[in-house]
T-cell receptor, first 111, second 116 residues
Framework: AQSVTQPDIHITVSEGASLELRCNYS??????LFWYVQSPGQGLQLLLK??????LVQGIKGFEAEFKRSQSSFNLRKPSVHWSDAAEYFC?????????FGAGTTVTVRA | DSGVTQTPKHLITATGQRVTLRCSPR?????VYWYQQSLDQGLQFLIQ???????AKGNILERFSAQQFPDLHSELNLSSLELGDSALYFC???????????????FGPGTRLTVL
């Protein structure tokens, strides 16, 4: 069975600083991986996805993620954080029909 | 705006009651998924419908049921409600049945259920 681990429950970062959110997956086959963001009081929005090819994936809002098969990781990064990036971020692994969500990482941005 | 609508936005009810949550998928999407988000369980997949038929079940309780109608909207029915059913319930939709990277799920804003 597939599973996703996000080791960091909460991260605080200064505005303008870089951000990296960690994600490790466990899946027997080639994983389909996603990062979703949930802003306060909102639904989930897809930031980016990986399924094959280049291991560095670009997403919306200036985010990128790097797939490392050897480390079973799919970490999300942003070079310079804006206050509007304060949200909860979910790493997700997909099989044919089901999304398995990590527990989420809450990002707080301080001025 | 994802194009997925959910009503109501908030629902407050008492234990033992029954409620119905409604979801309208994006135009053209045939698959509807229901998820439950709670503090202790996180985000969990409940059930999927495709073009009116149930296609996959996740961690859905027997007290819960869902259906998808000919116009493709879906309803999630929660009965004999317990305090622990208090959660945010999300609906998502996608174009096709198959999963994987070509079948992005678009999420609605959710219905917050509070059971008192």
């Amino acid at each position: 069975a597939q599973s996703v681990t996000q080791p960091d429950i909460h991260i605080t970062v200064s505005e303008g600083a870089s951000l990296e959110l960690r994600c490790n997956y466990s899946y027997g086959a080639t994983p389909y991986l996603f990062w979703y963001v949930q802003s306060p009081g909102q639904g989930l929005q897809l930031l980016l996805k990986y399924f094959s090819g280049d291991t560095l994936v670009q997403g919306i809002k200036g985010f990128e993620a790097e797939f490392k098969r050897s480390q079973s990781s799919f970490n999300l990064r942003k070079p310079s954080v804006h206050w509007s990036d304060a949200a909860e971020y979910f790493c997700v692994c997909s099989n044919d029909y089901k999304l398995s969500f990590g527990a989420g990482t809450t990002v707080t941005v301080r001025a | 705006d994802s194009g997925v609508t959910q009503t109501p936005k908030h629902l407050i009810t008492a234990t033992g009651q029954r409620v119905t949550l409604r979801c309208s998928p994006r135009s053209g999407d045939l698959s509807v998924y229901w998820y439950q988000q709670s503090l202790d369980q996180g985000l969990q997949f409940l059930i999927q419908y495709y073009n009116g038929e149930e296609r996959a079940k996740g961690n859905i309780l027997e007290r819960f049921s869902a259906q998808q109608f000919p116009d493709l909207h879906s309803e999630l029915n929660l009965s004999s409600l317990e305090l622990g059913d208090s959660a945010l319930y999300f609906c998502a939709s996608s174009v096709t049945l198959a999963g994987g990277p070509y079948n992005e799920q678009f999420f609605g804003p959710g219905t917050r259920l509070t059971v008192l």
